[in-house]
Nanobody
């Protein structure tokens, strides 16, 4: 099972930026497609961005052009650079292997004040 530890969340003003990190404890990290997800209060968890083992990326329409997902295979870490933050980006952010619904970490809280 993959152990995932998210960090980098916090309080930001609308229009600001945050950079999230997710460290994964798995030897085959470089072979895995990874995703960032978020869950706002009272809402279901949604997929925000994905990155394949070949560095192909995909984004939800709501974050396209504002968020950038990247990875550092040497450090078994996936990142989410979030720019031009909006109040609707407020949520707990999680990372996970794409296609699984197990092994969720504790997430990192992002709060955007308007």
């Amino acid at each position: 099972q993959v152990l995932l530890v998210e960090s980098g969340g916090g309080l930001a003003q609308a229009g600001g930026s945050l950079r999230l990190s997710c460290a994964a404890s798995v030897s085959i990290f470089r072979l895995l497609a990874m995703g960032w997800y978020r869950q706002a209060p009272g809402k279901q968890r949604e997929l925000v961005a994905t990155i394949t083992s070949g560095d192909s990326t995909n984004y939800a329409d709501s974050v396209k052009g504002r968020f950038t997902i990247s990875r550092d295979n040497a450090k078994n870490t996936v990142f989410l650079q979030m720019n031009s933050l909006k109040s609707e980006d407020t949520a707990v952010y999680y990372c996970n292997v794409v296609g699984t619904n197990r092994g969720w970490g504790q997430g990192t809280q992002v709060t955007v004040s308007s």
